[in-house]
């Protein structure tokens, strides 16, 4: 498949390395020389340097060969008009597209990307996405990362293993022999910063962070299992009133009307505007570093405090801050990928990527075979695919233990209908189940393949 990215930033720079990992020909657009020349010497990729949305520079970049354009620049201007000009004079087929400014996403605007007008065929919005993440962990109290699979049906969680969790020391093969009735697989270990595809003999220890695949409904049990019974918080407050604040606080109020909200903001105008849209919350206009105003919005009190401010830095300090003061559990939202392994260290309880999110977003769509969905867990370690598996594939028709998986694939779940099945050995997988699995990055590649449609489905 033949790529052109437009914006050699932290997104597209990811999104270049995954793709021209997996064989693609991959041409990334920047006005940064120093940007390109440093993807180009890293990266099997051609860079370009010019502005995204010139129709020459696209043309440099083999627009007209291309099968899909990813303007993920800092400009939502130029991402769409970059769109429009691949669209219009180059035919490009699939356009992807960041679009950070609200406005533009509003309800009554949407009509702006019909077919006729800016032809985009998908649009990702970070803040949304983040505020989604986020979210989802307030679903599931102790965890630090939560993904929902299947339309609902299945969970991937991330949790960490306590001292005295139960299942510590324990061989993943006795997980189900201990646990019959809990429909859990373990498909990915953290440990000491390090990411391991677990063998069925592998033991969890204290202190690993464990990602499993669970059906929803035994989500709850198995965050006992796991030695977690934090109960779910009744008062939350938000450190940041940007786009991502205010968008979350909007949802949570949304979705959990129980909730007491309370957010900080520290530019005062930013704050009057966040106090008279979101009618009930209470919106502070002040520091998120100041203790006093952290002691008036009662963090030491609170459940869950959440820092999505736009500095790294202030948010790290206001959650250290925080969780001094007495707040049950702290999520923070970290932008540069090398603060992310040091402040799990420093009480940190879950971090919130906004580029990981992002580039989930983006590789579902790209990703080839009958793909669902796909989310990326951290840099380097693997992607969870939602995959559905057709009449041809290998996987069909034949117990798990008598298929030969490549290795860095694991089969968490199984979707039949409204059915979650928990893989074992005897389990069959009939065409069109849909399979949850983890895939190691050097294995997606092959899990693409084991859900192309073949020619002789046809």
């Given amino acids: 498949m033949k790529v052109v990215i437009c914006g050699a930033g932290q997104v597209g720079s990811s999104i270049a390395r995954y793709l021209a990992g997996g064989g693609n020909s991959v041409t990334v657009i920047d006005q940064s020389a120093e940007l390109i020349q440093r993807l180009s010497d890293t990266h099997d990729v051609r860079g370009i340097v010019g502005h995204a949305s010139h129709p020459d520079v696209l043309a440099e970049a083999g627009a007209e060969e291309a099968d899909m354009i990813i303007a993920v620049t800092?400009?939502?201007?130029?991402?769409m008009v970059a769109c429009e000009v691949a669209h219009a004079l180059f035919n490009v087929p699939t356009k992807i597209a960041r679009i950070r400014a609200q406005v533009y996403l509003k309800p009554r605007w949407r009509t702006l990307f019909a077919n006729d007008r800016l032809p985009i065929d998908v649009i990702i919005s970070p803040e949304i996405e983040v505020a989604h993440a986020i979210t989802r962990q307030l679903e599931v109290p102790g965890a630090f990362d939560v993904l929902s699979m299947a339309g609902g049906l299945v969970r991937v969680v991330g949790v960490r293993c306590l001292a005295d969790c139960p299942i510590v020391n324990t061989p993943l093969r006795q997980l189900s022999g201990l646990f019959p009735d809990l429909n859990i697989v373990v498909v990915g270990l953290i440990r000491d910063g390090k990411p391991i595809i677990p063998e069925r003999d592998q033991m969890m220890l204290a202190?690993?962070?464990?990602?499993?695949?669970?059906?929803?409904?035994?989500?709850?049990?198995?965050?006992?299992a796991f030695g977690h019974e934090e109960q779910p918080g009744r008062r939350v407050v938000i450190i940041g009133g940007g786009n991502i604040g205010i968008y979350l606080a909007e949802e949570i109020d949304e979705r959990f009307p129980q909730v007491s909200i309370k957010l900080i903001e520290l530019d005062k105008a930013r704050a009057a505007e966040a106090s008279q849209r979101l009618s009930g919350v209470v919106v502070f206009n002040g520091d998120g570093l100041d203790t006093e105003i952290l002691e008036e919005a009662n963090v030491g009190t609170a459940e869950t405090v959440i820092a999505v401010t736009d500095d790294d830095e202030v948010n790290v300090l206001s959650s250290i801050l925080s969780k001094r003061m007495g707040a049950e559990r702290v999520v923070t939202l970290i932008n540069k990928p090398t603060y992310e392994p040091l402040v799990t260290n420093l009480g940190i309880d879950a971090v919130i990527n906004p580029r990981t999110i992002t580039v989930s977003q983006i590789l579902q769509h790209v990703r080839r075979g009958r793909i669902r969905a796909v989310h990326t867990l951290r840099e380097g370690f693997g992607e969870i695919i939602e995959a559905e598996a057709m009449e041809t594939s290998a996987l069909v028709g034949r117990p798990l233990r008598e298929i030969n998986l490549p290795a860095g694939i694991i089969v968490g779940a199984v979707v039949r209908g409204t059915t979650v099945i928990s893989p074992r050995g005897a389990t069959v997988i009939k065409a069109d189940d849909r399979v949850v699995l983890m895939a190691a990055p050097g294995a997606v590649r092959k899990v693409e393949k084991m859900f192309a449609v073949r020619l002789e489905y046809f």
């Fill in 74 to 79: 800092y400009a939502d201007e130029v991402n």
């Fill in 207 to 224: 202190g690993d962070e464990v990602y499993f695949v669970a059906d929803t409904k035994h989500v709850q049990r198995a965050m006992l």
